[in-house]
């Protein structure tokens, strides 16, 4: 009877362990389907068009910025499927179709317009005007990106750059779409009656189209363009298509204070390449990789293109205390290893109209100043100008790409092998785009920032040492007299509140700071060494990735 029993048990539990076994094979088929956390080799491979642009001499500026962003889609398709669509109820495979659906709708602009227009020039001549608006993404809308008068303006150009705009919008967590406009002349050619009516015919056949407008499309300066473009832009709109919409100033950003511009935006794209760089400068981990001390002190810096981003980059470095030893400009190149006053050098500038001469340093007469010995080399003008050609002729350790696309990816995977660390200029330029979405806020808000709060902070901190001068002389006594509470020189500089000005130079240092931190974590998650730029598209990809993702694709 007992062996009897005995052996029932053994059965028992023969088909119990059978069970056990059977239940978390199946399990693990389940999990295998559902793919909610195991991380599977991806499928996506660079397209045939783009395989030569690692090695091209001259690649389009379009296809660099398509090459950038499939590499990015390369190394980061597991994690958009894996970790961003972990919640999303379907098989690996539905997950894969719409992960490779979406970022098909990213990579191409959405719409381009050409337009052409006559110009009757003040000889009483005519001209035909060549223009163009791109917008890239409507993940997020406005779109938004800059304004440029060149020469060199063509489709190619726009759809770059606003892809790029797409990228760095999301980079820095601007809630804007990727634009870009251009108009192909010369603005040194024209008066300026001649510009403003160039300038308010763009305007007004963008407009029309539904390219221009607070909620649809806000244009900015760029190249050849600032504040005065701005205004006219902003009229034109107010008594023309816009004459019944309160918020019709927000359709511009980068205009005069007095037509409803902000503090700091003429000095933003230069104060965020300052930010940019001290956020990788105080960076042990990534001046270890290049053979640099943390810190600014004894950094030499060489400046190409003195316009607006590159003077403003120069006043900031240097009061860092950074030196510039040269400045490079179309016209010609100055030197001086001893130092170039920034201030000085802009005066002479607006005096004289170039650089060209300045008695605080010499004419540089070498190959290009470019390939000059320095710690930092900022390219602040054109496109391309490190190339495959020259980029084993820079010896700087550090470059920030204060231009858009000044280096090729053939010139990027030279530098990074020769141990450069390049700072991307989707995210150190950027500092131009947040604090127009600043003032565009400031427009949709109709008050100006701290206007509200300025004197009730400043009664409130002065109430504030009163009250601890009071506490003093009620415990110790007022025998020697009453007991002063004297503010320190920096808390008495803030005792009046936070001005404007003080508001968006604090917002725009937070936010390079933030996203500084996000491209740093990407890096050393990913393995990514110097590739600074990869990190950045990862991280941009990843957020529209998710825009998508929520917001569906029935009207994307």
């Not at 719409?111 to 009483?124: A, K, S, T, Y």
């Not at 406009?181 to 024209?190: E, L, N, S, T």
């Not at 004297?486 to 808390?491: C, L, W």
């Amino acid at each position: 009877m007992a062996s009897s029993l005995v052996k029932v048990l053994r059965v028992g539990q023969r088909a119990s362990a059978l069970f056990e076994q059977t239940g978390k094979s199946l399990v693990s088929l389940q999990q295998k389907d559902l793919h909610t956390s195991q991380s599977v080799q991806g499928t996506l491979t660079m397209p045939d068009r783009l395989v030569h642009i690692p090695e091209a001499e001259d690649p389009g500026f379009f296809e660099m910025v398509e090459f950038f962003f499939h590499k990015a889609c390369i190394l980061s398709e597991d994690k958009l499927i894996d970790e961003d669509m972990k919640n999303v109820r379907s098989t690996r495979e539905e997950k894969v179709k719409k992960a490779h659906g979406i970022l098909k709708i990213i990579e191409p602009c959405a719409h381009v317009l050409e337009i052409n227009f006559p110009l009757l020039r003040d000889d009483g001549t005519y001209e035909m005007i060549n223009g163009y608006r791109a917008q890239h993404s409507h993940h997020r809308t406005p779109c938004k990106g800059g304004i440029r008068y060149s020469l060199d303006v063509c489709a190619d150009e726009v759809k770059a750059l606003s892809a790029l705009m797409t990228y760095k919008c999301a980079c820095v967590d601007v809630p804007f779409g990727g634009g870009k406009a251009g108009i192909k002349i010369d603005p040194k050619v024209y008066s300026e009656n001649e510009l403003e009516r160039i300038t308010r015919r763009f305007a007004i056949e963008l407009a029309k189209k539904g390219f221009l407008g607070p909620g649809i499309d806000v244009p900015a300066p760029d190249m050849g363009t600032g504040e005065r473009e701005m205004a006219w832009i902003a009229d034109t709109y107010a008594n023309t298509i816009g004459y019944q919409d309160m918020n019709a100033s927000a359709c511009v950003t980068g205009k005069p204070i007095n037509q409803g511009g902000i503090h700091g935006r003429t000095s933003a794209t230069g104060r965020g390449v300052f930010h940019g760089l001290d956020n990788f400068i105080g960076e042990a981990h990534f001046m270890s990789q290049i053979g640099c001390s943390p810190g600014w002190g004894g950094k030499t810096y060489i400046v190409q293109g003195f316009g607006n981003v590159g003077l403003h980059s120069c006043r900031y470095l240097t009061r860092a205390g950074a030196t510039c030893v040269g400045v490079a400009e179309w016209d010609g190149s100055i030197y001086n290893p001893d130092g170039i006053d920034p201030k000085a050098l802009e005066d002479y500038k607006l005096e004289n109209g170039t650089i060209v001469g300045f008695p605080g340093a010499e004419a540089y007469t070498g190959e290009n100043l470019m390939f000059e010995n320095c710690d930092i080399l900022i390219p602040a003008a054109m496109e391309k100008a490190i190339h495959k050609g020259n980029a084993h002729k820079i010896q700087a350790k550090i470059i920030a790409e204060a231009a858009n696309g000044p280096i090729t990816p053939a010139a990027d995977k030279i530098l990074q092998e020769n141990g450069c660390l390049i700072i991307p200029d989707m995210y150190i330029n950027a500092g131009g785009v947040t604090v127009s979405y600043f003032e565009w806020l400031k427009n949709l808000n109709h008050v100006s920032y701290g206007r509200l709060t300025f004197k009730y902070e400043r009664e409130s901190n002065y109430h504030l040492l009163q009250s601890v001068q009071n506490s003093l002389e009620k415990r110790f006594g007022r025998v020697g007299g009453p007991i002063p509470v004297t503010p320190s020189e920096d808390f008495e500089n803030r005792m009046s509140g936070a001005s404007e000005k003080d508001i968006v130079h604090s917002g725009l240092d937070y936010s390079m700071e933030r996203t500084a931190k996000g491209i740093m974590a990407t890096t050393i998650k990913m393995n990514l060494g110097l590739d600074l730029r990869t990190a950045a598209y990862v991280n941009s990809i990843s957020k529209i990735f998710t825009t998508y993702r929520d917001a569906g694709l029935t009207f994307n």
